[in-house]
């Protein structure tokens, strides 16, 4: 009996994942069905059912299309991305006759790869002539946060390796070009099946070096500088064990204060006061190598996080993430809410509905899927806009355990004395930080607060919080 009755492959986008299926589905008896749990599609784009199993099928029971896969003839399996479906990653790493076949990519090609998809639009290429190419600018902070992401999925599924006693296949985006390698992962997989070349169906679409592909290179050699080489190594064995991301930390130009914020939290106004403090902008994409210098320069420095009502936050993450139609806002959840969770918006929504009560059912209706969705009953990822503030404060407390954790209901008489304790006198604090008070004082009423308060009862809990009351009432 063979030792695999199916195969995941652990990857991310543009690491080559589309032309290692390709290669994989050219051998005789082995299938790969694409991105089968990514929570806006199954399988590819074009949304064709998986050996019968429809995408609505799929999101009500995924383990039942796990167990189709694994028992139809041949041999099956499908890639599987840190953003697919969380309820699908413990069973798949838990079961030692699911194969993992681990694909990694050096993080600057990977960055800089997707960057330039995004600005052309072009994720795949199958004919050269059809190539569009384009320079794109390399962004220090979005490195940072693509690195720290990549390393977390990578800790989890080592871990998540060691806990169950089973290995994998490590392949580098590299290794694809060498059929010998391919071959090897055949044999590993105990298929009987050889290539006898490669599939060479998709097409490399940027095969230039960095130098030519980033029209700031030599910022992005200076950004890659602060960072300990070893930490873009490419297996997980090699790479440090990290905490949470710091590049959103914030710190006034001279003074010895951190600021930790919380997502979908009074933010730019956090970063205003800042600003003010020492009249010069704030410093920011800290690294911990950085964040670790910084405090040693800065004897006495005093770190704090800012606590926001969970109405009013959640309120924020549905009018900033969810209504906002441009930067910020997450269009693919943004359109699965409203194809697959009956989210009552228009297509082109932008900002809160200036009718009441049409703002408030929607408004319910995503506190629903938040509901859902931290009770990992969604196919969508938990994202930090709208996790509980309790879960973000442990992550922060792996690295650096805030000094004070303020309300921001409080922070007009907070913060003077924080200033204070670093020598500093204390600009005013605005009244007016959350933009979106007032739509939310025109529908706020006992069933919203039950609502979230169901939601977040840790939060109510942990925190102290009342019912909300508007800031500026």
Not at 379 to 390: E, P
Not at 392 to 407: T, V, Y
């Amino acid at each position: 009996m063979p030792d695999f009755d199916s195969f995941v492959v652990l990857a991310e986008m543009r690491t080559g994942s589309n032309f290692l299926e390709s290669n994989l589905n050219a051998l005789e008896g082995v299938t790969c069905h694409g991105e089968a749990f990514n929570p806006h599609f199954i399988g590819s784009p074009k949304d064709a059912p998986i050996l019968g199993v429809d995408r609505a099928a799929r999101d009500a029971a995924p383990l039942e299309l796990l167990s189709k896969l694994r028992a139809a003839p041949g041999l099956h399996g499908f890639r599987y991305f840190s953003d697919h479906d969380p309820r699908l990653f413990a069973p798949l790493m838990e079961e030692p006759r699911i194969a993992k076949i681990v694909l990694t990519r050096n993080p600057a090609d990977s960055y800089v790869s997707h960057r330039i998809a995004a600005a052309t639009g072009q994720w795949k290429l199958t004919d050269a002539r059809h190539l569009r190419a384009e320079r794109v600018a390399f962004d220090a902070t979005g490195f940072e946060q693509h690195l720290e992401r990549l390393q977390q999925a990578q800790l989890r599924i080592m871990g998540a390796l060691q806990r169950g006693g089973q290995t994998a296949f490590y392949i580098d985006y590299d290794d694809l070009q060498d059929v010998a390698v391919l071959n090897g992962l055949a044999a590993w997989l105990g298929v009987e099946a050889r290539l006898e070349a490669l599939d060479r169906s998709l097409k490399k679409q940027n095969p230039e070096s960095l130098s030519e592909k980033v029209e700031n290179f030599d910022e992005m050699q200076a950004a890659l500088a602060r960072i300990d080489r070893f930490d873009l190594g490419r297996t997980p064995n090699f790479e440090p064990r990290r905490g949470p991301m710091v590049p959103s930390y914030l710190a006034p130009a001279r003074s010895g204060l951190l600021c930790l914020p919380l997502k979908s939290g009074p933010e730019a106004a956090l970063r205003g006061w800042l600003e003010a403090l020492d009249g010069a902008p704030v410093r920011d994409g800290f690294t911990q190598k950085t964040l670790r210098a910084w405090q040693g320069a800065h004897p006495g420095h005093r770190s704090f996080a800012v606590l926001r009502h969970p109405v009013a936050r959640l309120h924020a993450a549905f009018c900033e993430r969810i209504l906002n139609p441009g930067r910020g806002g997450f269009h693919e959840i943004r359109e699965t809410l409203r194809r697959r969770y009956d989210l009552p918006i228009a297509e082109d929504a932008a900002g809160p509905d200036p009718d009441p009560a049409r703002h408030r059912a929607a408004f319910v209706a995503f506190i629903g899927f938040v509901k859902a969705n931290l009770g990992g009953q969604t196919a969508i990822r938990v994202d930090a806009a709208w996790a509980s503030q309790r879960t973000l404060l442990q992550g922060i407390a792996e690295f650096e355990c805030p000094d004070a954790i303020l309300r921001e209901a409080e922070l007009g008489d907070m913060l003077p004395d924080l200033a204070a304790r670093v020598g500093r006198e204390a600009p005013n604090w605005p009244a007016d930080t959350d933009p979106h008070e007032a739509a939310l004082a025109a529908i706020h009423d006992t069933e919203i607060e039950t609502a979230i308060r169901a939601v977040y009862a840790r939060d109510y809990a942990r925190f102290g919080f009342g019912d909300w009351q508007p800031l500026c009432g």
